[in-house]
Nanobody
Framework: VQLQASGGGSVQPGGSLTLSCLVSGVKVPINRMGWYRQAPGKQRELVATFISDTTLYEDSVKGRFTISRDNAKNTQYLKMNSLKPEDTAVYYC??????????WGQGTLVTVSS
C-alpha cells in the first residue's frame, strides 16, 4: 500500500489550501482513512477521518476543514479554509485496513504565517 500526499505550502492567515492523497496498492477493504498532523514539539493528532460513511473532525478544525474522497481516483482530500498559524504542521494521510494495518503518506508541510 502506498500513499502519496501533496498540496502543502505556505499561506497567510485566513487563506486556504487543499491537500490530496493518492492511495494505491490496496488489496483488502479499508476500515478508516483520514488526515493527521504533527506540529513542532507536539504529538501527532487526528485532524479528520472517515469511519465508514461518517466523518469526524478534531474540534479546532470543525467548520473550517472538510475531508472528502473520490473513490474513482483513489484519492482523499482535505480542504482547509480560514487557516490559522496554529494549523502549521506536517500533515499526514492515513489508511487503516480491516486487518488493522496502518499506512501513512510521507507528510506534507503546511505553514500559516503572515
Amino acid at each position: 500500500v502506498q500513499l502519496q500526499a501533496s498540496g502543502g505550502g505556505s499561506v497567510q492567515p485566513g487563506g486556504s489550501l487543499t491537500l490530496s492523497c493518492l492511495v494505491s496498492g490496496v488489496k483488502v477493504p479499508i476500515n478508516r482513512m483520514g488526515w493527521y498532523r504533527q506540529a513542532p514539539g507536539k504529538q501527532r493528532e487526528l485532524v479528520a477521518t472517515f469511519i465508514s460513511d461518517t466523518t469526524l473532525y478534531e474540534d479546532s478544525v470543525k467548520g473550517r476543514f472538510t475531508i472528502s474522497r473520490d473513490n474513482a481516483k483513489n484519492t482523499q482530500y482535505l480542504k482547509m479554509n480560514s487557516l490559522k498559524p496554529e494549523d502549521t504542521a506536517v500533515y499526514y494521510c492515513n489508511v487503516r485496513l480491516i486487518t488493522f494495518a496502518d499506512y501513512w503518506g510521507q507528510g506534507t508541510l503546511v505553514t500559516v504565517s503572515s
